[in-house]
T-cell receptor, first 114, second 111 residues
Framework: DTGVSQDPRHKITKRGQNVTFRCDPI?????LYWYRQTLGQGPEFLTYFQNEAQLEKSRLLSDRFSAERPKGSFSTLEIQRTEQGDSAMYLCASSLDAGVYEQYFGPGTRLTVT | SQQGEEDPQALSIQEGENATMNCSYKTSINNLQWYRQNSGRGLVHLIL?????REKHSGRLRVTLDTSKKSSSLLITASRAADTASYFCATENTGFQKLVFGTGTRLLVSP
């Protein structure tokens, strides 16, 4: 148990619907990351936060995706107007800070868009 | 896009044997981390090795890093059926804060 929790664990939605995922990092961790993983591939970076500030966004994060970390604690990732290509495992990770600190991952949210 | 590749893509061994997985990457790094992932589940952190380190141990795991060759290896000694999983290397590249993952090695340990 890494201490990072994600909710929901599974989400099935119809194309065109909006979905929101939540991540609760390890409590003292300043850094929070979102990754996406498709079948048979390694995770790919989406975005990260230092406390409440979103410092980097991947080109994978289209304008349909938005992430927030309003109080520097939990984070949400919203996907608007979902497409079948959004089907993937969405992973959240946290670390104490940058540099030589490990990133600890949550169990992920598996999204299926039908 | 993926940073590099793990080799082999799949490895099948018997319990008690050693398993070696290799990882190659493309750019200069701050550190390299190895993770394990059981089917359909989250990633479990195994070892972090810094760019100025050459070798690190944790229990049955040994990681080496050769920055001149931009490569790392993970050795699991005396493997167990419970080691069956996918193993990923991930680099934190110089000047960036995110992890860039390889393509993974699927390890199967048979009893």
């Amino acid at each position: 148990d890494t201490g990072v929790s994600q909710d929901p664990r599974h989400k099935i939605t119809k194309r065109g619907q909006n979905v929101t995922f939540r991540c609760d990092p390890i409590s003292e961790h300043n850094r929070l990351y979102w990754y996406r993983q498709t079948l048979g591939q390694g995770p790919e970076f989406l975005t990260y936060f230092q406390n409440e500030a979103q410092l980097e966004k991947s080109r994978l994060l289209s304008d349909r995706f938005s992430a927030e970390r309003p109080k520097g604690s939990f984070s949400t990732l919203e996907i608007q107007r979902t497409e079948q290509g959004d089907s993937a495992m969405y992973l959240c990770a946290s670390s104490l800070d940058a540099g030589v600190y490990e990133q600890y991952f949550g169990p992920g949210t598996r999204l299926t868009v039908t | 896009s993926q940073q590099g590749e793990e080799d082999p893509q799949a490895l099948s061994i018997q319990e008690g044997e050693n398993a070696t997985m290799n990882c190659s990457y493309k750019t200069s790094i701050n550190n390299l981390q190895w993770y394990r992932q059981n089917s359909g589940r989250g990633l479990v952190h195994l070892i972090l090795i810094r760019s100025n380190e050459r070798e690190k141990h944790s229990g049955r795991l040994r990681v080496t890093l050769d920055t001149s060759k931009k490569s790392s290896s993970l050795l699991i000694t005396a493997s167990r059926a419970a080691d069956t999983a996918s193993y990923f290397c991930a680099t934190e590249n110089t000047g960036f804060q995110k992890l860039v993952f390889g393509t993974g090695t699927r390890l199967l340990v048979s009893p």
